[in-house]
C-alpha cells in the first residue's frame, strides 16, 4: 500500500506531473489500478484451468489499463499446500497489494491466510472454498457440488438401476471432492459403485486405474472422474481394451477434452468457466483496494456438455 499513499500524496500537490518519464495523475484522474500489484496463487500451474483463469485476470487488467507484466506476480505450488504458504510469506515480504489464492488443502491455507490478515493484504479466494472463510474479502468459486450433480442426473438417464459405474476422484482437494459428494448423493443406491480410487486428476495415473477396473470387471458401465485429464485417462484405457461403449464423464470443460465428446469417445464433462472467475477476482480485488464493498460469496454456474448441445457451444475455447 506504501507505493499508492505516496502516488496519491503528490497527486494531490499537483494535478499532473511525470516521475521518471511516467505520468502520475491526480485523483480522480488516476486509471483504474494503475499502481496496485496483484498476485496469482493456483494450486498449480500443471493444469490447463488454472492457465485459463490467469487469461481471465490478465484480460481484466488490461481493461483497467494495468501494466501486466509490472503488476501481477504469479507463483506455481505444484500442488503442494506447504509450498503454497511458503510463497504467501514471500509475496507478503514483497509487499504486494492483494492475493488471488486458490488452496490446495483449504485447513492448512489458515496459516498464510492468516499472514496476510496481520499484513493487511486482502485476499480473494477462488474455485475452492477455504475453512477460515472469515479471513477473506471473497469467495468466488464455481458451484463443484452442482457439477457431481448434473453428470449424475444425465448418467442416470442413460443406464438401468443397479449399473456398475467406478468413480476417479482426488480427495486432496476440496472442490474435486465437493463434486464427488454431489454425484454420490445424487445417484445414492441407483447405481453399484464398484471402485473409488484417488488418481491426482492425472490422465497417466487415471490410465492405469481405468485399466485395472476394466480387467477386475468386464461388466463396468462407466466412469465418473473429477476433472477432464483424469476423465481422459478413461477414454484411453476404454480405447486400449475396445470398451467404447462406456459412458465417461469428467468436470471442467477443458477444451482439449471437448473433442472427445464430440466424437463420442467420451460422454460430458460439467464445465466451469475459469477465465470468468478469473476476471471477477481481480474486479474483487481493485474494488477492495479502492474501499468499495465487494459480495462475500461468488458462484459461477456450470453447465454440462455432451454430443447432444456441445454444437452450441465455442469448444475451442474455456466456457
Not at 284 to 303: P, R
Request: aromatic letters at 6%; a negative charge; one cysteine or more.
Amino acid at each position: 500500500m506504501k507505493k499508492r499513499n505516496i502516488i496519491i500524496a503528490m497527486a494531490l500537490a499537483m494535478a499532473m506531473t511525470t516521475v521518471g518519464g511516467a505520468t502520475v495523475f491526480a485523483a480522480d484522474e488516476k486509471a483504474e489500478g494503475n499502481d496496485y500489484t496483484i498476485a496469482y496463487v493456483p494450486t498449480t500451474m500443471n493444469n490447463p484451468f488454472w492457465t485459463a483463469m490467469m487469461g481471465g485476470i490478465k484480460e481484466e487488467m488490461e481493461a483497467k489499463g494495468m501494466d501486466v507484466d509490472k503488476q501481477l506476480v504469479t507463483v506455481d505450488a505444484n500442488s503442494d499446500q506447504a509450498t503454497m504458504n511458503n510463497y504467501v510469506n514471500d509475496l507478503i515480504a514483497q509487499q504486494v497489494d492483494a492475493i488471488i489464492l486458490a488452496p490446495m488443502d483449504c485447513t492448512a491455507v489458515t496459516e498464510a491466510l492468516t499472514a496476510c490478515e496481520e499484513a493487511g493484504i486482502p485476499v480473494i479466494n477462488v474455485d475452492t472454498a477455504v475453512d477460515a472463510t472469515d479471513k477473506v474479502v471473497s469467495i468466488i468459486a464455481s458451484d463443484n457440488y452442482k457439477a457431481g450433480v448434473e453428470c449424475a442426473e444425465d448418467m442416470m438417464s442413460k443406464l438401468d438401476k443397479g449399473a456398475k459405474i467406478a468413480v476417479m476422484n482426488q480427495p486432496s482437494g476440496t472442490a474435486c471432492v465437493q463434486r464427488e459428494k454431489g454425484f454420490l448423493d445424487t445417484v445414492g443406491d441407483y447405481f453399484e459403485i464398484v471402485s473409488t480410487t484417488d488418481t491426482e486428476g492425472d490422465t497417466a495415473k487415471t490410465m492405469t486405474a481405468a485399466e485395472d477396473v476394466l480387467t477386475a470387471d468386464d461388466d463396468l458401465a462407466g466412469f465418473f472422474c473429477i476433472n477432464d485429464m483424469g476423465a481422459l485417462g478413461c477414454v484411453q484405457a476404454a480405447q486400449a481394451a475396445g470398451k467404447e461403449d462406456l459412458l465417461i464423464y469428467g468436470v471442467d470443460g477443458n477444451p482439449d477434452f471437448m473433442g472427445y465428446v464430440a466424437d463420442g469417445s467420451a460422454t460430458a464433462s460439467a464445465a466451469q468457466q475459469p477465465s470468468v472467475i478469473g476476471q471477477k477476482a481481480l474486479d474483487a480485488a481493485i474494488d477492495t483496494l479502492d474501499g468499495k464493498e465487494v459480495e462475500h460469496d461468488q458462484v459461477v454456474d456450470v453447465v454440462l456438455i455432451n454430443k447432444d448441445n456441445i454444437a452450441d457451444f465455442d469448444v475451442t475455447d474455456w466456457q
